[in-house]
């Protein structure tokens, strides 16, 4: 179903501000009808709400109905159940009377309780009279900002957890392939989970507490819509945990949305081919499956194995080996047909996460015309704090680029104005000026001149003015300085490609922003005559290389001062900054300078313009504070 404003809350939970409280009251009334129209009997203080006495009829009329459909599963369930049937039809023994499964048994919980609203697993993943809940494989607890859960692993490797069926498609050299046999018996253990696993933590402080699978229907997007090319297109996902699991089910659904009820036609994907890609997955927590033995899942002795199966671990030569050594795994079985079933031996949150975006991946690879999960990147254009006023022959003799050329090839793009400048057609925030404009923060003006008479223009924020380079100016408040700059913004960016690795590969760093690695603020002072003048004596200072370096260096005809256009700002803080590339001689020189009087100087570094001259000192002042400077 594609998401709208009407729907919005059910499958992400967002509605009205202040509406939280209202919409928790409403979950619970509808947790208690939910769970008594499944024969579950009346949980918490609901136990004799109106509506239940009202609706007597209808509860019944509806569980009689389930009764009678107890053989039919929805399209996305009956999907998977072909798929895993005929998947799993030569394993011997698989089906008949001594089989692993009666012929009309479901291969998925096919009684799970659907959670077909956004915050209704949250809800369902306490008790309904307290705001704990503890078992062995983790805990949850209500607070002010809603609910804190604590799986028993917080994993940080996947060493050895990546397991495939074999018979599909092949098995990649670092993963390990795990036979059908083996598979079949996994899948039958994952459907019967010790009875304390099946306990909903909504009703386990009630008499006769509950006990279900749960179950979710997602449907991520694939391929985004792209307006007159493609539309959106979505592949479709189950997601089945023992109840004492519905913690992971709300997390799930808090980052990829409730697709609603899968037994609806208008959640059929199927009825909506446009814009389902025609993959199906599912996916089955399953944490008890790490005390399973080798040889009770049907792998052979390490005398009959084979080479990939001893080196896999795929076989045992003590009868009490555990399957994976016990530790936890994700077995993952799947063919060109487009459905993928995972087993999650654990209730790590990271697992579900990142099963549901290998899905995802699965079906982006078969559709095609989409990139996968893990590629992806970012253009990043450099940025410059111009100062106060810009024009750009400032920095070149020369315009690479005239106004009169970008008239000529991109003239349909923009609304030409009198003075000769021009208007984005469709954006009316980008104005692009000629070569000679000259932008003036102190005037808030930008002036050129055109056909013999100066033309201007109001600077205003909120606008990009684009030069015929494509370099671009904007007038901003960068709150940590306290004061309106002129940023320029390079005409072309860097294209920071984020790979695709293997996990761990560090793919997450290259997309963390910088700023909390950098500190920005006033620079305060404690005297500014006396510290103005030991920065005036540094900024004068000669830095040649004949006290500064260890190793000796070709002697620079002259000494770069620190306010020399050719002295970059990095470079002036190298410069004051200890290294061990430095005599001891100077590095104590440049311990001994205070730190304010090198934040001073590297302030009147970076804003220092060269039409100053020497004259730099009478540009700067200091604050006032309870009458003192």
């Known amino acids: 179903m594609k998401m709208t404003e009407e729907n919005m809350e059910e499958q992400l939970g967002f509605g009205p501000v202040g509406h939280a409280a209202e919409r928790t009251g409403m979950l619970k009334d509808y947790a208690s009808l939910k769970l008594a129209a499944r024969g579950f009997g009346t949980v918490g203080e609901n136990g004799h709400a109106p509506f239940l006495k009202l609706g007597k009829s209808l509860i019944q009329n509806f569980q009689e109905r ?77 607070v002010f900002q809603g609910v804190l859960h604590n799986p028993k692993h917080d994993r940080r490797t996947t060493k050895g957890a990546f397991h495939i069926v074999a018979g599909g498609y092949g098995v990649p050299w670092d993963k390990k392939e795990v036979p059908k046999i083996a598979f079949a018996h996994l899948l039958k253990a994952a459907l019967q989970p010790p009875n304390d696993h099946l306990i909903l933590p909504y009703a386990c402080e009630e008499p006769e507490p509950i006990r279900t699978f749960a179950s979710l229907f997602l449907r991520p997007i694939v391929c985004p819509a792209v307006d007159g090319f493609i539309d959106e297109k979505t592949s479709e996902v189950r997601f089945f945990a023992p109840g004492n699991l519905v913690a992971n089910l709300d997390f799930v659904e808090s980052i990829f949305g409730n697709a609603g009820d899968p037994n609806l036609p208008e959640n059929n994907a199927r009825l909506d081919p446009e814009h389902w890609t025609g993959h199906t997955g ?13 040889k009770d899942i049907g792998l052979p002795h390490i005398d009959d194995a084979t080479e990939r199966q001893k080196r896999d671990g795929m076989c045992w030569s003590s009868e009490d080996d555990l399957y994976n050594d016990g530790v ?66 400032q920095f070149r003799d020369r315009p690479t680029h005239t106004f009169g050329e970008i008239i000529d090839r991109f003239g349909e793009i923009m609304e030409l104005q009198p003075g000769g400048y021009g208007i984005d057609r469709r954006f009316q925030d980008i104005i692009y000026l000629p070569e000679t404009a000259f932008i003036n923060l102190h005037d808030q003006r930008i002036t050129w001149e ?43 960016g860097t294209f920071c490609h984020k790979p695709c690795t293997v996990s761990g590969g560090g793919k997450s760093e290259i997309s963390k922003s910088l700023f909390d690695a950098m500190q920005a603020g006033p620079v305060i002072i404690s005297s500014f005559q006396e510290e103005m003048n030991q920065a005036e004596s540094i900024i004068n200072h000669d830095f040649g290389h004949g006290d500064r370096f260890k190793a000796p260096r070709e002697p620079r005809e002259e000494s770069r001062p620190i306010l020399d256009s050719r002295r970059s700002l990095g470079s002036v803080i190298s410069l004051l900054t200890p290294s061990e590339d430095f005599t001891d001689e100077y590095n104590a020189w440049l311990d001994g300078i205070p730190r304010a009087v090198k934040d001073l100087v590297f302030t009147i570094k970076r ?21 003192e400077p």
């Open 328 to 393: 936890a795994f994700k077995l993952t079985c799947r063919d060109k047909s487009g459905v993928v079933v995972t087993l999650i031996a654990d209730n790590y949150f990271g697992y579900c996460k990142k099963e549901v975006k290998t899905q995802l991946s699965f079906a982006a690879n078969l559709y095609g015309m989409a990139e996968e999960e893990h590629a992806g990147g970012a253009i990043a254009f450099p940025r410059r704090d111009l100062g106060e006023d810009f024009q750009l022959s």
């Open 450 to 492: 055109a056909d013999g008479q100066v033309q201007s223009l109001s600077l205003q924020p909120e606008k990009t003015y684009v030069l015929p380079s494509g370099y671009k100016v904007e007038m901003r408040f960068p709150s940590a300085r306290q004061r309106w700059r002129l940023i320029g913004i390079n005409a072309e």
């Open 66 to 142: 389930l009764r009678q459909m107890s053989d039919y599963l929805c399209p996305v369930d009956a999907t998977i159940d072909a798929f895993l049937n005929r998947y799993l039809e030569d394993v011997p023994g698989f089906r008949g009377p001594d089989g692993l499964f009666a012929d009309d048994e479901f291969l998925i919980p096919s009684k799970a309780l659907i959670l077909e609203r956004h915050g209704l697993a949250r809800e369902l993943s306490l008790p309904a009279r307290s705001d704990k809940f503890e078992s062995e494989i983790g805990s949850s607890y209500r």
């Open 282 to 294: 599912c996916v089955l927590l399953a944490p008890h499956l790490i005390a399973l033995k080798k």
């Open 607 to 627: 804003v220092y313009k060269a039409d100053w001259g020497d004259d730099w000192r009478t540009r700067f002042t200091v604050d006032t504070i309870n009458g």
